[in-house]
């Protein structure tokens, strides 16, 4: 019996409602106020040192708006991750800012994941199940390995792979924990740019063509060795015992496949006799054969 109970359609309902509600205003807000003015390289720049007096003066709460900001912005999955990171290295050091960045973008990216799945992604299954019955199969047995490679490779926008697996059935406790390691490279070279901040004169300037390409095949290294590992595979003992492994070229007689085993007659109850040839009865450290008349 599950622990939980599925919410009946009303319920169901009412909660998509409000999440569309809630996300609707939060993005009209974002872009009616114009908060992205604030969220470019020049602003974080103009204002670090006003930004940084605040932060000495009050630690606990900027340390703790900053947090919940962020967790906001990836919830709602809002631009500006990029800024708040290099911000992050800027105002609080490299390992404050990585320890705030690193669990405030799991948790926010994760609250996005189930944002997407209770607004479209339940609907999605349930019209689609047939079709995405082998993908959720697939995602089931190795998402994992998928997920933490999309984490890795800085190619792949940051909301965009939280929607997308809002679409799926992954866990949410997985989404969160791999969610977090995966993106751990990622956050150390943009909060240690931002305690560099002076010197950053671009977002480009952060991730080169090296760095992507390093990025990209530590994030592929996963699936390939995942893939390597299924190709040499040996044979499960249950498929062994049952008989059914491959067979051998020296096994293929005539077409079909034979072996040391008698096969019973369903008649007389004993080994099988072919017309015209008598078996010769099975002793102690000899081999089966059979003679011919």
Do not use: C
Request: no cysteine; aromatic share 10%; charged share 15%.
């Amino acid at each position: 019996m599950p622990l939980t109970s599925r919410p009946v359609p009303a319920v169901a309902g009412n909660l998509r409602i409000a999440l569309l509600a809630v996300l609707a205003l939060a993005v009209g807000a974002f872009f009616y106020f114009d908060v992205g003015r604030f969220l470019n390289l020049e602003a974080l720049q103009a204002a670090r040192a006003s930004l940084s007096d605040w932060v000495a003066g009050n630690p606990l709460l900027s340390r703790g708006g900053f947090f919940l900001v962020y967790v906001l912005a990836a919830a709602f999955s809002l631009p500006g991750a990029a800024i708040l990171t290099l911000a992050a290295g800027a105002l609080f050091g490299l390992w404050w800012g990585f320890a705030l960045v690193s669990f405030a973008s799991a948790i926010g990216a994760t609250l996005a994941m189930l944002i997407a799945r209770k607004i479209v992604g339940e609907w999605v299954q349930q019209r689609y199940q047939a079709q995405l019955a082998k993908i959720n199969a697939g995602l089931e047995r190795d998402g994992g390995f998928y997920l933490f490679s999309l984490r890795m490779v800085p190619l792949f926008p940051f909301f965009v792979i939280n929607l997308v697996m809002g679409l799926t059935r992954m866990g949410t406790w997985p989404f969160y924990w791999i969610s977090q390691i995966g993106m751990v490279p990622g956050t150390l070279v943009f909060v240690f740019a931002g305690t560099q901040l002076a010197e950053i004169e671009s977002i480009g300037d952060v991730l080169s063509p090296g760095l992507i390409a390093a990025f990209t095949l530590l994030g592929l290294f996963p699936v390939a060795a995942r893939m390597l590992m299924s190709m040499l595979r040996p044979v499960p003992a249950a498929d062994l015992a049952a008989g059914n492994e491959p067979a051998r070229s020296n096994d293929v007689q005539h077409g079909s496949v034979r072996d040391d085993r008698v096969l019973d007659d369903p008649v007389q109850g004993g080994p099988a006799q072919e017309p015209g040839e008598t078996v010769t009865p099975i002793t102690a450290g000899t081999d089966r054969s059979r003679t011919q008349q």
